[in-house]
């Protein structure tokens, strides 16, 4: 920042409250104005949005504040910025551009400096994962996590007699639950349970998340489906699928906080691609940060590109399919099985067409299940 003002300054100095005065003008200025912004500027939102706390700037203001310099009069007195709702910008017309730009260069610069808010890993996930890491670790942590949780147990109850789990009579007890479906299974219910759209905060994007989350527990259901299928492990298939992109609500919560004190908040192309550049990335310092086994780490990093998986090619590449398969009821199976056929991952997998009509079978009883997880 004090370079932007040295140059509009002909190379002077700048003390730090000509630099506020300059910047709030110029803020007041472009709230009704587009003008055009260089990359030079550009290449410094990010780290003046660092600082925004710091010096109580908007993380916006970088974006347009460097074409306002060359017009700007250094004496008109600052006007306060006091702070406004969030506006929304949808499309990629210039003004969407640029805003995009600048959260882009703010949102590597956090990813970078390894900044960015990771939720806090439930008691409850944090059993379920020791258990994968470790198949004789005791089960016991899990079942008194989800006893001690009523809110929990109920949804574990409800999802435990769902069409897709349930084996003729109703189960009517969390510990005839885990007798019944095992403690594995009742424990992929509640880590799904605690993985919810609650665990993050982005009031701006509650909407998209639940839609995420949504996508992310049916690709988890029909990679369970696909790897019984393929005779392949179904624990570690469901919480690969669940957690594939799980990049994308942090992207989002760290999307709310760059807007908490007021801005254009994008959305449609504009969200969709800030999650396409950032996701894998936030993915990934998630699952340092929560220590997540390996595979499903490498799931993160390479769902879109299972090639370059290494070890975990296939079961990548297993997810990478369950991704693809509908999340929706299914008006035309056979448009859905030739589409999937397609799938560049299923030669990988070895399922072949017939075995992809036999699994879109089991569709409906997929989504009746999928409708217990959110509800």
Not at 239 to 260: D, K, S, T
Not at 271 to 298: F, I, N, T, Y
Request: net charge neutral; with cysteine; aromatic share 4%.
């Amino acid at each position: 920042s004090a370079g932007l003002l040295a140059k509009r300054n002909q190379g002077s100095p700048c003390q730090r409250r000509t630099t506020l005065q300059v910047v709030k003008a110029a803020w007041h200025d472009l709230t009704a104005t587009h003008l055009e912004v260089s990359s030079d500027y550009l290449r410094i939102a990010g780290v003046v949005a660092l600082n925004r706390r710091r010096y109580g700037w908007h993380p916006l203001w970088p974006v347009r504040v460097g074409a306002a310099m060359e017009r700007c009069d250094p004496e008109v007195p600052p006007r306060p910025y006091r702070g406004a709702s969030p506006r929304r910008v949808n499309g990629m017309g210039d003004e969407s551009r640029q805003v995009g730009q600048g959260l882009d260069g703010a949102l590597l610069a956090r990813l970078d400096a390894g900044t960015i808010t990771i939720p806090v890993l439930p008691a409850v996930a944090c059993a379920v994962l020791a258990l994968l890491d470790e198949p004789h670790a005791d089960d016991a942590a899990i079942a008194s996590a989800i006893r001690n949780d009523p809110a929990l147990a109920g949804h574990v109850m409800r999802v435990a007699n769902s069409p897709l789990l349930r084996a003729g009579a109703a189960i009517v007890s969390l510990q005839q639950a885990i007798a019944r479906l095992g403690i594995r299974r009742v424990g992929e219910i509640a880590f799904a349970a605690c993985l919810g759209p609650r665990l993050f905060t982005a009031p701006a994007y509650a909407r998209l998340i639940d839609v995420l989350w949504s996508r992310s527990l049916a690709t988890a259901l029909w990679a369970r489906e696909i790897a019984r299928h393929l005779r392949s492990n179904v624990e570690v298939a469901f919480l690969c699928g669940l957690l594939a992109r799980i990049g994308h609500p942090v992207v989002l919560q760290a999307l709310q906080e760059l807007l908490a004190d007021g801005g254009v908040a994008p959305e449609g192309q504009a969200v969709s691609s800030l999650l396409q550049h950032h996701g894998v990335l936030a993915g990934k310092l998630l699952a340092d940060a929560w220590h997540l086994p390996e595979p499903v780490a490498r799931t993160i990093a390479h769902v879109d590109d299972f090639t370059q998986a290494q070890s975990s090619t296939t079961l990548v590449a297993l997810v990478a399919v369950a991704d693809a398969f509908p999340a929706e009821a299914l008006s035309d199976a056979q448009a859905v099985a030739a589409r999937l056929a397609e799938h560049p991952a299923i030669a990988t997998i070895n399922l072949y067409r017939a075995d992809i009509e036999d699994l879109l079978l089991r569709s409906e009883t997929v989504l009746q299940t999928l409708a217990e997880m959110r509800a």
